[in-house]
């Protein structure tokens, strides 16, 4: 599964956890997002490619009470199989969920894919 993971913890702010295996995900995550509005929960398809915005599935909050969101970009093969903000849901939480149960919390998560 190849994807850029992009989310916040309880303390600590906005970072990648996932880059997809690129040495910098963010001109990449800027792209696609690019072309996304605000809303709270998104799904686009640019070509193969498909970004996503989920809230965090098990309302997960950050101190400020903001629930978590979750952006990612993802790639083929997964990304034929997402085609609504649910199948995001469906599809890719699962494959990321222990990580951010192993992560949310700490002072400093360093990268879930590492």
């Known amino acids: 599964m190849r994807l850029i993971w992009a989310t916040r913890g309880r303390t600590w702010g906005f ?11 963010l001109p990449v995550y800027d792209e696609i997002f690019a072309n996304i509005g605000d809303d709270t929960e998104v799904w686009y398809r640019s070509g193969e490619t498909v970004a996503l915005r989920i ?14 969101p979750h952006e990612f970009v993802i790639f083929p093969p997964l990304a034929e199989e997402i085609n609504s903000v649910e199948d995001g849901r469906i599809r890719v939480w699962p494959k990321v969920a ?11 998560p360093g990268r879930a894919d590492d």
Do not use: H, M, T
């Open 15 to 25: 970072r990648f956890l996932n880059d997809g295996g690129f040495p910098d995900p």
């Open 55 to 68: 809230l965090d599935p098990l309302g997960r909050k950050d101190l400020a009470g903001r629930v978590i």
């Open 98 to 108: 222990d990580d951010f149960s192993r992560v949310w919390e700490l002072p400093d």
